[in-house]
């Protein structure tokens, strides 16, 4: 099967290989590809965040849902995890990763960076670099330029040697160095190396000779003769490139937002999406990529940034499981259909913009006899009339009305005519219910470090964590030891910057603490007792994550450093302070040193009878379980355990928190996707999930798990939960609704992929006037349409019903129909 699959492949390539050389050039209104200019519309997929199994199937529905192009960054610390010592296997597979977009047909971005933010550990950069004498981040100096050069050059390289560039007949047609510099480049302590800096990186990066543009993205000022600056944001519409003679590229249209795990989820309608992107093609925009089209999961522990939670799902058009997610992919969809049928007119065509007054704009452009309009209304409250070509047009509030001939509207942005679909976690269906999973379990062995004693080095002083850890481990043992003259009671109290916390007093936990709201600095006081004789301290710092943003983010602390570390006497406040203390230092845990989570033949797994301590810190458990059958995505339902980390078959599903609850916000209360979409401070809405489990589902990739042999699930409990209730589900759809239906149209209702059919039609109405897919309100049901749904779509994978004025009648005033199906 192997060899067979092998030899698919190599014809593949060999086809691939076939292909001849492209050219990309530009000029001031496109990219100019083998001498036509080309409307770009691409999408972010991160290949760590999936896995190779998934990325033929990811780019797939990218091509169905109208993109022609595939970005991703490059994941330097990924692949470079130790300094020379490189990984490209698996979901660091970058190369396979370019050849599944070359198979598909698509052009690729490559977004080298190789800082890329990313909500990715320290921005993408190896903690190992800070170690190097002399490196400072980002700036004009010797040791970062030689480590940059090292790694984009082996990238470069490694596409060119698998002729991934489009000179070589490959998929590649821009590629990026460095990333949103612009943001920072002033707040850097040294104006003239930061900007001798960035023009370094252009000039690096032209030494390449790619064959193709580089751009630099939020580069606005200081921008390099020898790169493109390209726009990152919600909206782009009215941003210009620095100077004439570029093209207008969106590098980043935020689909909707990360999810830290003190947050709850963001969501950014379908509507204000298409909203912005038509506004930039109606401003000669002509390369516009989404970030995130699909935005994967963190499966590592250097995968996440700080306090960033596992799923990276973003609210983008794929969800995290690669998911079609209705109604934003079906209506991007629809308007990249409209976009492409223009293609011609917008990128050769001449363009005339007319202001109708306030918010009013209609651009008309003219090519080869033929014209094509767009009507825009930026009133976030005003729906408008407009008079064009002899017809009236209403156009909503926070709205574009595309015209692809100046006279028909063939799209508006705020007019959804594709499904919504809702997605549920479905009980597994295998013999072996979830429910009746039996669990082993281990002790995490603390013993060797409850004194302050055997670590790998000691000094009087509480030291920053990560260039201690040197991040091989999220855990950093600090401990310490005091005479005491008889029993005495204290408040232990330790200052530190974060993330997390465990204090242990002569090998008894004591305490816990972790930041919260996004502030790292914070504080554990915990009672204790303390003996005659010699007491020891060990506190064990934990991270969630390394900071990824803003200025000299490396230098960030985190841990215990500087402290201060005191005992707080309980009756006379008389503090022993223990900050200059003789500290010893060790990284990591006993458990990962023996790497528990591969379940090794020889550990000794305990189970008293079936029975397991539960709420117990400290606690590796294991059990096996069946795959769920079928094809859809699976996932681990975690709520019961408290933090920690999980694997299946060795493989990493990343950090679990579910005991951390979303905050409850402002925005959780409102939602209108009309006026400018934010992600924080004021005005920020649509959110979901407050109050609730920040997250309690982990993603379980299908190449995971073995199919029809015992599958072993392993976590490591460090807070103390409960294991027991843990279930396996699968991701599908469950209900299908399409709400905006009009007398004429073709209205489409699917239940996906994997087989799963229509189980009932349960509404079918005319002017529903409340609730949402799965709970609506009001409205008069047509007995008629109702009928003709359940005679199409009952039993099939997808069915297509065309709204007649057969539907009206029995009592009811038609107009816009509601359908909404159980599959
Ligand atoms: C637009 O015109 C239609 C038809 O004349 C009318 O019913 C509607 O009220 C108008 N809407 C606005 C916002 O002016
Ligand atoms: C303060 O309280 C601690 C703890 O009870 C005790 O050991 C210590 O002797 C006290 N110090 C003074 C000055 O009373
Ligand atoms: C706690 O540590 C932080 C970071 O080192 C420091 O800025 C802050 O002043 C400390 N707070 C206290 C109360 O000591
Ligand atoms: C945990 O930290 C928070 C924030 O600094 C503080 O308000 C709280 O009292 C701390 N809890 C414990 C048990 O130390
Ligand atoms: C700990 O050492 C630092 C650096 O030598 C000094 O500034 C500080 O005052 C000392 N703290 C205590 C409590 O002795
Ligand atoms: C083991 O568990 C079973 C079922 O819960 C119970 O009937 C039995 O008494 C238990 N045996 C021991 C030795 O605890």
């Known amino acids: 099967m192997a060899a067979l699959l092998l030899l698919v492949v190599l014809a593949a390539a060999a086809t691939a290989g076939a292909v001849s050389a492209t050219t990309v050039a530009y000029n001031d209104r496109a990219l100019v590809i083998d001498g036509e200019r080309r409307i770009i519309i691409s999408g972010s997929i991160h290949y760590p965040r999936s896995t190779p199994e998934m990325w033929p199937g990811l780019i797939k529905k990218a091509k169905e849902g109208g993109l022609n192009a595939i970005d991703t960054y490059v994941f330097w610390n990924g692949h470079e995890p130790r300094q020379r010592q490189y990984n490209f296997e698996e979901n660091y597979d970058i190369v396979r990763f370019f050849k599944e977009i070359q198979n598909a047909g698509m052009y690729a971005i490559l977004r080298i960076g190789p800082y890329i933010c990313g909500e990715w550990n320290y921005g993408g950069l190896p903690a190992w670099l800070r170690d190097i004498p002399g490196m400072q981040f980002r700036m004009h100096n010797e040791p970062f ?102 093209p207008k590229i ?305 230098l960030m602390p985190a841990g215990i450093v500087g402290g201060p570390v005191k005992l707080i006497g309980a009756n006379n406040g008389t503090a022993i302070d223990l900050t200059n203390s003789s500290w010893s230092y060790k990284a990591g845990l006993a458990g990962e040193y023996r790497q528990i989570h591969l379940d090794k033949p020889g550990y000794k797994w305990r189970s008293h009878n079936g029975s397991i301590p539960v709420n117990r810190p400290f606690t590796w458990y294991k059990t096996t379980f069946d795959a769920p059958a079928g094809e859809e995505a699976v996932v681990v339902d975690l709520l019961g355990l408290n933090k920690g980390a999980a694997w299946v078959n060795g493989n990493s599903l990343g950090r679990y928190w579910p005991s951390y609850t979303a905050s409850d916000m402002d925005g959780c209360h409102i939602c209108d996707y009309r006026g400018k979409f934010k992600a924080e401070g004021d005005g920020v809405r649509c959110l979901t999930g407050c109050g609730e489990p920040s997250q309690r589902y982990y993603h379980v990739p299908r190449s995971f798990l073995r199919a029809g042999q015992p599958n072993t699930l392993v976590l490591f409990e460090e807070a103390g939960g409960d294991p027991t209730r843990a279930v396996f589900r699968t991701v599908a759809v469950g209900t299908v609704c399409v709400a905006a239906a009009e007398e004429g149209d073709d209205v489409t209702l699917s239940c996906g992929q994997h087989g799963r059919v229509v189980s009932s039609v349960d509404v079918a109405t005319f002017g529903v006037t409340r609730g949402h897919c799965g709970a609506y309100e009001g409205g008069c049901e047509s007995k008629a349409a109702l009928e003709a749904f359940t005679a199409a779509c009952v039993g099939k994978e997808s069915c297509t019903v065309r709204y007649t004025g057969a539907f009206a009648g029995a009592g009811c005033e038609s107009g816009v129909l509601t359908v909404q199906t159980t599959c």
């Open 145 to 246: 330029e030689r480590e940059m050069e090292t790694f984009t050059t082996l990238i470069v390289n490694k596409m060119k040697d698998a002729s991934m560039f489009a000179g070589q007949g490959g998929p590649i047609i821009l590629s990026q160095i460095e990333n949103e510099y612009g943001n920072i480049m002033g707040k850097m302590n040294n104006n003239q190396s930061a900007s001798e800096y960035i023009h370094w990186c252009a000039d690096m990066a032209n030494k390449q000779n790619v064959g193709v543009p580089w751009i630099m993205c939020q580069q606005d000022d200081d921008v390099p003769h020898n790169v493109i600056n390209t726009c990152n944001g919600f909206y782009c519409h009215d941003w210009f490139p620095n100077r004439t003679g570029i």
């Open 250 to 554: 969106w590098t980043e249209n935020w689909t909707g937002w990360f999810k830290a795990w003190d947050k709850p989820d963001f969501h950014r309608s379908a509507e204000d999406i298409a909203f912005a992107v038509a506004m930039f093609f109606q401003k000669r925009g002509s390369v516009q990529n989404y970030y995130m089209y699909h935005g994967g999961t963190n499966f590592g522990r250097t995968s996440g940034g700080p306090y960033i939670t596992t799923s990276y799902d973003y609210d983008a058009p794929l969800d995290e499981y690669g998911n079609i997610r209705q109604p934003k992919y079906g209506h991007l969809k629809d308007l990249h259909n409209v976009l492409k049928s223009m293609e011609k007119i917008l990128v050769y065509g001449e363009y005339n913009d007319t202001s109708y007054g306030k918010n009013i704009t209609v651009t008309k452009y003219t090519f080869g006899g033929s014209s094509a309009c767009f009507i825009n209304n930026q009133f976030d409250d005003r729906d408008v009339n407009l008079t064009l070509g002899g017809a009236t047009h209403l156009v909503p509030a926070w709205s574009v009305s595309i015209l692809p001939d100046c006279k028909t509207v063939a799209f508006n942005t705020a007019k959804i005519k594709t499904q919504t679909s809702v997605m549920v976690k479905k009980p597994n269906t295998v013999e072996k219910e979830p429910e009746a999973l039996e669990w082993s379990w281990m002790p995490e062995n603390l013993k060797p470090f409850m004194t302050d004693e055997h670590g790998n080095f000691r000094k009087t002083q509480l030291l920053e964590q990560i260039s201690t850890s040197t991040d091989q481990s999220d855990y950093l043992w600090y401990r310490t030891s005091l005479e005491h003259k008889g029993e005495g009671s204290y408040t232990l109290y330790v200052n530190t910057t974060g993330h997390e916390i465990y204090a242990f007093v002569n090998g008894k936990l004591v305490g816990q603490n972790h930041s919260a709201n996004g502030a790292f600095v914070f504080q554990l006081e915990s009672p204790v007792n303390l003996h005659a004789g010699k007491n020891y301290i060990s506190l064990l710092s934990g991270t969630v994550g390394l900071k990824n943003y803003g200025p000299l983010f490396e």
